[in-house]
């Protein structure tokens, strides 16, 4: 059974810094990308980052380069985002999702969904 649980969620003040953890089970990341992406209030989901299966190459939304970094750790079958420097309008649920592979910005690409971790930045 495929199964994704975010984790790291919280609230914090504005240039902060919070981890993101996506924990996958039920399949493996050798062969599956993972994006992650958040919905502001009243707004669309959006994709924030993603990381390719095979050869890790990164994808990042222009708001975030430079202060957000994914990773992975395929031992522990888990994907990290680390932010930094956050802003308010970073304020939101955070989901990781999974495909098959390469990385998408089409959301509806992505076959199963985590059930999200709400980052609020706020002072």
């Known amino acids: 059974q495929v199964q994704l649980v975010e984790s790291g969620g919280g609230l914090v003040q504005p240039g902060g810094s919070l981890r993101l953890s996506c924990a996958a089970s039920?399949?493996?990341?050798?062969?599956?990308?993972i994006g992650w992406f958040r919905q502001a209030p009243g707004k669309e989901r959006e994709g924030v980052s993603c990381i390719d299966s095979r050869d890790g190459t990164r994808y990042y939304t222009d708001s975030v380069k430079g202060r957000f970094t994914i990773s992975r750790d395929n031992a522990k079958n888990t994907v990290y985002l680390q932010m930094n420097s956050l802003k308010p309008e970073d304020t939101g649920p955070y989901y990781c999702?999974?495909?098959?592979?390469?990385?998408?910005?089409?959301?509806?690409?992505?076959?199963?969904w985590g059930q999200g971790t709400q980052v609020t930045v706020s002072s």
């Open positions: 999702a999974t495909r098959l592979s390469y990385c998408s910005g089409r959301k509806d690409d992505y076959n199963y």
């Open positions: 039920g399949f493996t990341l050798d062969y599956h990308a």
